[in-house]
């Protein structure tokens, strides 16, 4: 992806969406101690890991180039959405 080590990419793009560990870990397929390995360099994601991070990031690239800058949360339910009376 970039020149930077994995572990700096996959903060710096979990930290840009406001996403956890948690969360990336879901959206990627993968648990969230596979991130937080990730994260803290102990280890390197496999061929396919590394491209569904990348598949993830040009996702979120074209949403917010299309102007839907969403994350994966669904905030349909959340309750500062709901409509007032």
């Known amino acids: 992806m970039g020149t930077k080590p994995f572990s700096e990419q996959v ?3 979990r ?3 406001n996403l956890s560990q948690e969360e990336l870990a879901h959206a990627l397929g993968v648990s969230f101690a596979t991130v937080n390995r990730w994260e803290n360099g102990k280890t390197n994601p496999s061929k396919l890991a590394q491209r569904q991070f990348e598949q993830f990031c040009e996702d979120k690239k074209q949403q917010v180039e299309a102007g839907g800058a969403s994350t994966t949360q669904d905030n349909s339910e959340d309750e ?3 409509p007032t009376r």
């Open 15 to 17: 930290t840009a969406l």
């Open 80 to 82: 500062n959405n709901k």
């Open 11 to 13: 903060k710096a793009v």
